[in-house]
């Protein structure tokens, strides 16, 4: 039912996108605000648009009209100290995916064309040079990286014929007893305002898990903050009433250079509650699997705590582009021997000792 006329337009940031009209289908890379495309079909609750993605109907606005052809009149990159970006002037902003490669960050803008294939880069920490090509109706531009750097946050905004997609650059450590000094970390205590989340072997009588995760995050808090951070949490008691999407909201508008949630896991109790115990780091983004893998090494060794890995799991406080983002699951509450450990004080400052250091180790390019 293609309608060359029926364009959708972007409502929100970070709109879900998905390879099919179903809410369990594959999520694609979610659009920003302003991104236009045609609809290609429709069911009662979703459109499908012209690129390939599927999204609920109540996520975009429809307008009647023709969408111009898109090209590209420039594409220019510039620098500052915090942000390597690119601007291209073209007539709309168009649908768009982008892939987090090991060795590169690729973006294809959906039905544009580029006469000039290249981007002058401005001098930057980040990339080596940056290339377009052709693929059918689209473009395909590629930034491969400089030896040692990665992707640490980007994000796309389309403001008065220009978009723009700015890289966040390296946070490297200051010299000195401050090495944190002038960034903004965000700590998220899970659980809270009346959600206690999982409970450990004393059930309501003892520590419940948004308890344990908030004394952890204070504890990591005033760790950070000796080392000349600026931290952000999104609750410093047990009565804030804040959702996951509040939390992720919070997230991409702080603008923090990483932000870690703070959990304790947990297995029903008619399970092998004795046998399951140790810490695990989660991901959702490529982007956030160094920083992952830094803090679950450094909270295992400073805990001794069974290492269950750092590892890939769709969370809502992790689908960000805009910085790293991970949670830490400090270990099970549901197994009575560990969790003697996850309520000791003692503990817990192993537990900060170990988390900061692995922010440490991260930006210090130990990745």
Not at 30 to 51: C, F, H, P
Not at 339 to 361: P, V
């Amino acid at each position: 039912m293609e309608d060359s006329q029926l364009v959708t337009t972007v409502a929100n940031d970070y709109t879900v996108m998905r390879v099919s009209n179903s809410s369990s289908a594959n999520r694609m890379t979610a659009m920003t605000t302003g991104a236009k495309d045609n609809v290609i079909w429709e069911t009662d609750s979703y459109y499908q648009l012209r690129y390939g993605g599927w999204t609920l109907k109540e996520n975009v606005t429809t307008s009647r009209e023709i969408l111009p052809p898109n090209v590209v009149t420039t594409a220019t990159g510039f620098a500052t100290s915090r942000t390597t970006a690119i601007r291209w002037k073209l007539p709309y902003f168009p649908a768009y995916t982008v892939r987090q490669l090991e060795d590169a960050f690729e973006i294809t803008l959906y039905r544009t064309t580029d006469p000039q294939n290249r981007i002058l880069l401005a001098r930057n920490p980040l990339f080596l040079t940056a290339t377009g090509r052709r693929s059918g109706e689209n473009m395909v531009y590629t930034f491969p990286y400089k030896p040692g750097a990665s992707l640490n946050g980007f994000s796309l905004s389309y403001e008065a014929g220009t978009l723009t997609l700015a890289f966040r650059n390296p946070s490297p450590l200051e010299e000195g007893s401050l090495p944190l000094a002038g960034k903004t970390i965000l700590l998220d205590p899970g659980h809270g305002g009346g959600d206690p989340g999982a409970t450990g072997p004393l059930g309501s009588l003892g520590d419940t898990e948004d308890d344990l995760s908030l004394r952890v995050g204070l504890k990591l808090r005033d760790k950070l903050e000796a080392l000349g951070a600026a931290v952000i949490m999104t609750r410093e008691d047990g009565d804030t009433v804040i959702s996951l999407a509040e939390r992720a909201a919070l997230i991409r508008s702080a603008r923090p250079i990483m932000a870690i949630s703070l959990h304790h896991n947990s297995i029903d109790y008619s399970g092998d509650i004795g046998n399951t115990f140790g810490a695990l780091t989660l991901y959702s983004e490529p982007l956030s699997a160094p920083l992952a893998a830094s803090v679950q090494e450094e909270l295992v060794k400073a805990t001794g705590a069974q290492d269950r890995g750092a590892s890939f799991q769709g969370l809502a406080v992790c689908r960000v582009y805009d910085c790293p983002s991970i949670l830490v699951e400090l270990g099970f509450i549901t197994n009575p021997y560990e969790y003697e450990n996850l309520a000791a004080e003692s503990y817990i400052i192993k537990e900060a000792e170990g988390i900061t250091n692995g922010i440490l180790k991260y930006l210090g390019g130990e990745k």
